[in-house]
C-alpha cells in the first residue's frame, strides 16, 4: 500500500502579491540559474508543507517581469498524509509566508474551493491599474520609493479630458487585436473591455513639500481577460494622446485597424508602472474581496491593525486598498469603530464588529 492510500488532497484559492521589480514574470522559471518567477518563491515554501504530490500553482494572471500585483490569485493542491486533516486555509497562508525567501512577496488569504475549481478559467473579473507621473524631467528627481512603481514623464501636464475621451472609445466588445503583441497563445483577440478611466492621483506620500510639480495619474482597466500586453499597449496610446501626438478620434482607427504593427500602437509602457489590482470570482459559497478606491484624504482616516481571526462568512464586502506604494496591508483587522472608505467614487461607512479581509486595508475615524 503506497504513501498515498487514505490521504486527503485539499484544493485552495490562495491570494497573493508582490513588488515585480526583481522577478522574470510571476510563471515559475525552470531549468534557468539566472531568471525566476514569483511562483519559484512560492512553490519552495510549499514545500515544507509536506504535501504527498509536490505543490504547483495555477495562477490566474500571467504578469511580465517587472509588473507588480496588489493581489494575484493562484489554485494549488495540497495531499497529507493518511490521517492528517487538510490545513486550515489560515493556516496555509501563515505557513506559505512563513517560508517565502523573498520580501517583496506576500500572500494575503487563501481559501478551500472545490476540487474542480480553476483560479484561471473561474475569474469574472480582473482588474489592472497603471500609474503614471508628469513633471520628471529627469530620473533622479522622482522619490527612491517610487522608482520601478510608475512611468515617469518629462511632460508638466497631460490633456486628462482628451484620454477619457479617447477611453470611451475602447470600452465595450471589440476586436482588440491592434493592442495584442506577439506570443499570445489565445485563439481569439475579442475582448470586453468593461472599464476604462484616467484619473489623478491623491498624490504620493512619498513626494517631499517641495516635489509639488509631481503629479500622479491613474489610469485602470477591468475585463474578464486581456491579451498579451494589452494593458500596456492601450495605456501608451492613451498616454499619447495626453501629451497631444494623437487624436481621441484616432484610437477609433487604431482599434478598428487590428493591425497590431501599425505606427502608433506599437509603443508599449513601460512594465514597472503596471499593477494587477484584482482578480474577481462568483459563486464561490462565500465572499471574495474586491478593491476599492483609496481614501482622498491620508489625514482624514487612520489604519487599523488589529489582528483578529478571519471566518470567510463574515468578509466585509466593502474592503479597500492602501496606496500601490505603500504594499504592506493590514492583517486580519476588525473594524474598531464606524470605518470609511470608497466604492466606485461614493464613500461608504460600515460599523463596528465586521471583520474585514487580510487583503483590505481599514479606516477609522481619528
Not at 470600452?171 to 489565445?186: E, I, K, N, V
Not at 506604494?325 to 474598531?336: R, S
Request: net charge positive.
Amino acid at each position: 500500500m503506497g504513501p498515498a492510500s487514505g490521504s486527503v488532497t485539499a484544493r485552495y484559492l490562495v491570494y497573493f502579491q508582490y513588488l515585480g521589480t526583481d522577478f522574470n514574470g510571476v510563471a515559475a522559471v525552470r531549468g534557468s540559474q539566472r531568471a525566476v518567477g514569483v511562483l519559484n518563491y512560492l512553490e519552495e515554501a510549499a514545500k515544507r508543507l509536506n504535501s504527498v504530490v509536490p505543490v504547483r500553482f495555477t495562477i490566474s494572471s500571467r504578469t511580465d517581469a517587472g509588473v507588480h500585483a496588489l493581489s494575484n490569485a493562484a489554485h494549488l493542491d495540497v495531499q497529507r498524509r493518511s490521517g492528517q486533516p487538510p490545513f486550515s486555509p489560515e493556516v496555509l497562508a501563515e505557513a506559505l509566508n512563513a517560508h517565502v525567501r523573498h520580501p517583496a512577496i506576500r500572500v494575503l488569504q487563501a481559501f478551500r474551493v472545490p476540487s474542480d475549481f480553476h483560479a484561471r478559467h473561474a475569474a469574472t473579473s480582473r482588474t489592472y491599474l497603471y500609474r503614471l507621473v508628469t513633471g520628471c524631467h529627469r530620473p533622479d528627481q522622482l522619490s527612491v520609493f517610487e522608482r520601478n512603481r510608475c512611468w515617469p514623464l518629462r511632460a508638466d501636464c497631460l490633456d486628462v479630458d482628451a484620454m477619457q475621451e479617447a477611453a470611451q472609445h475602447l470600452l465595450g466588445t471589440h476586436d482588440f487585436r491592434a493592442f495584442q503583441s506577439a506570443g499570445s497563445p489565445t485563439t481569439t483577440s475579442v475582448r470586453t473591455l468593461r472599464r476604462a478611466s484616467v484619473s489623478p492621483d491623491p498624490g504620493s506620500p512619498f513626494v517631499l513639500a517641495q516635489e509639488k510639480r509631481l503629479r500622479f495619474w491613474n489610469l485602470e482597466f477591468e475585463s474578464r481577460s486581456f491579451l498579451y500586453r494589452q494593458v500596456r499597449r492601450m495605456t501608451a496610446v492613451l498616454v499619447a494622446v495626453g501629451l497631444g501626438a494623437l487624436r481621441p478620434a484616432q484610437v477609433k482607427v487604431i482599434l478598428e485597424s487590428r493591425d497590431p504593427l501599425g505606427r502608433h500602437q506599437t509603443r508599449v509602457a513601460p512594465a514597472h508602472g503596471l499593477f494587477l489590482k484584482s482578480v474577481l470570482y462568483e459563486n464561490l459559497g462565500f465572499t471574495t474581496w474586491k478593491p476599492q478606491r483609496t481614501p482622498r484624504s491620508p489625514t482624514e482616516v487612520r489604519a487599523a491593525n488589529t489582528a483578529q481571526p478571519l471566518d470567510p462568512a463574515q468578509l466585509c464586502r466593502h474592503v479597500g486598498l492602501l496606496p500601490p506604494t505603500g504594499l504592506h496591508l493590514p492583517k486580519a483587522p476588525t473594524c474598531l469603530g464606524t470605518c470609511y472608505g470608497w466604492t466606485e467614487g461614493k464613500r461608504f461607512e460600515h460599523q463596528e464588529g465586521n471583520i474585514h479581509a487580510a487583503f483590505g486595508s481599514v479606516f477609522t475615524e481619528n
